[in-house]
């Protein structure tokens, strides 16, 4: 049922590539678990995002692409709802992507509150994959992608080549751990620079609302 009052509302937003065999049922019982919260009977009733300028859950047949920008006023227990439509849609990804999430204090003023009062808002990274080893890459590209950003504003890219061959080290060690236990795939790769999905700023001072 629709949720009053809400202390929040969250956005939910990223693009997942799907398998080519992948049917409509199959990604409306992986969403059920943000349709469902939302109050919906099913995923044609509950794409529409909270605002109307925002396109919501779709999925792009054509390019096997499941596109979401969705707000929905909930709680903090609709983390378990994002945990379990990332599990169930780990089976569909034909690849690993990232999607942010964005928590935002629905109570909170930023102009007309208390200057000593703080949001509660809180802002995360998910990560979806058919295996390990393509989440990793996820994430490898994102943390390149924010290291270079920061530090180009001190150095030239040409000379951060050590920088992101350190990251790829970290990344591989952590992979060769899981290796031990689980077929995991190829290692995640180096690109030689920032790649994969872009994540925006992470942290530091509110995050803009509907800004994509």
Known sequence: MPRYNAPFEIHVHGDVPLRSDVNFAQIQEALKPLWAYAGARSLADGATSAYEEEPGIRFEQKEHMLQMCWTVPGDEDFRQALDEMCMALNELAEQGAALEITFYDTDFDEEEGDPEEESRDDFLMMFVGPNPAAIMQVQRD???????????????????????????????????????????????????????????????????????
């Open 142 to 212: 994102l943390l390149v992608e924010d290291v270079v950003n920061l530090m180009e504003r001190h150095f030239d890219g040409a000379e951060l080549g050590g920088v992101v061959a350190e990251i790829d080290k970290l990344f591989g060690e952590r992979f060769d751990a899981l290796v031990n236990s689980l077929e995991l795939g190829k290692r995640p790769r180096g690109s030689g620079g920032a790649g994969g999905p872009g994540a925006g700023g992470h942290g530091g001072g509110r995050r803009p609302r509907h800004l994509h």
